[in-house]
C-alpha cells in the first residue's frame, strides 16, 4: 500500500542546517498531477501543506513538507512533447550543448527525468548514443517503444554503477525540470559523480529564483518542486561532491529559467563571468535575506485579491469565462486563489492525456481544444499563462473564438 503520510522536513536539503524560517504559507493543496477520473468525484482527495520554509545559511528555498513520491511520479500525466514550446527548447538545447562540449558521435547522454524523450531524441538525431531514467512507468514505457531507451526507475548511486558497467560512463548527464523535484540530493549527486566521465558536464536546468521573484510565479510552487533554487546555495551544495558549477545560462521557459553546468573539480574547469554575473544578481536582489521573501508573499496575498475581485466582476455580468492549460502548476493557482468550476465552466488542454478528467481540488471538467468552439466563451482564463503569447496568437487563428483572454499572473490582466 502507498504512504500517504508527508515527510515534515525539518532541515535544510543542501547544507542541513536546521534553522529554517517559514516564509511562505499557500495553504493545503492536492497533488498538481492527480487529475480525477469522474468515478473519484466522490472520494475525498490527499491535501498536503504546501509551506515554504528559507534557511538563513546559505539561502535555500524548500518545502517544509515532502509528499510521497510514488504518488507523485509512477503514473504521470505531464508528457513533454504535447509543447510546441518546449519542442523548440529542447531542440535549441541539445544543438548548442552538442557544440559547446564538442561531443562526438557516440558520446553517452543520460537524462535523469527523461520524460517521453523529447530532448534525448534530438541528441539522437546528432548521433550521440542516449539513455532515459524516469519513474514514471507509463511514460518510460512510450518513451522506449518510441525508440527512446528509458529506465523506469529513481536515479541512485546504485542505478549508476550498474549503467557504467554496461554502457560505460556520460559525457552528459542532464537534468531538465527535475533537481527541484528530488528530496535526497546527496543520493543523486553521488549517483551523477558515479557515472560523470571526468570531463563530462552535468547540466541541471531549472526554474530560476531571480525570476520566480521578479515575476511572482508563485504557482510554481507545488509538490513535486521540493526546491527553489539558485546559484550560490547550489553551488555550495556541488562544491560538497568536489563539483563545480562552471557556466550558466538563463531562458525564458517556465517563467524564466538557468541552465547550469557542473563538472568534477578533479577534471579541467574554468569558471566563465556567466556564473559570477549571477552571483552578484543574487546579491543585489537579496536572495540571501529572510526579507526579501517576506516582502514577496505580502504580494502574492495582493495578487489572489485583484485576480478574485477581476473574476468575481465578470461572473457578476454573466460572462462566461473557461480555462486554457491544466499543467501542474495550474493545481496551486487555481486552489490557492478558489478558483473552480462555478468561475471556469471548464478547462481545455493539448494533453489528450487529461482529456476526460478533473482538476485536482477544484473539480473543473478538462475537454480538448475544439470544446472551445462549441461553446464560444466570453473569456479564456489562461492558466498555463508562461505560454500566453503563443497560445493566444494560436487561438486568434481559429474560427469562432471571439473570446478576451485573462492572463494571472504575474498581475492579472485582460487581453
Known sequence: MKNKQA????????????DLKLVLDLGKSP??????????LSKKELFFPLIVNFCPNCGQLQLSHVAPP????????????????????????????????KLEKGNLVVELGS??????????????SILGIDPARNIAALATKAGIPTLPHFFSKKLAKKIVNKYGRAKVIAGNNVFAHIHDLDEVVNGVHQLLDLNGAFIVEFP???????????????????SYLSIKPLNRFFKSFDMEIFDSIRTPVQGGSVRVFVKKQAGKIKITKNVTDLLDLEKIKGLDRIQTHIKFAKKIEKTKKSLNNLLEKLKNQNKKIVGYGAPGRSTTLLNFCGINSKILDYIVDDNPLKHGLYTPGTRIPIFDIPKLQETNPDYIFISSWNYAIPIIEKLKKQKNIKAKFIIPVPEPQIV
Open 7 to 18: 515527510l515534515a522536513l525539518n532541515h535544510c536539503r543542501l547544507c542541513k542546517s536546521k
Open 31 to 40: 497533488l498538481p498531477n492527480a487529475y480525477l477520473k469522474k468515478s473519484q
Open 70 to 101: 510514488e504518488l507523485m511520479f509512477i503514473n504521470y500525466a505531464y508528457v513533454s512533447s504535447t509543447s510546441p514550446v518546449m519542442i523548440a527548447h529542447f531542440n535549441q538545447y541539445a544543438k548548442s550543448v552538442f557544440k559547446k562540449l
Open 115 to 128: 520524460n517521453d524523450g523529447v530532448l534525448l531524441k534530438q541528441f539522437k538525431k546528432l548521433g550521440t
Open 208 to 226: 530560476y529564483l531571480v525570476d520566480f521573484l521578479d515575476n511572482k510565479v508563485f504557482d510554481s510552487v507545488y509538490h513535486e518542486h521540493l
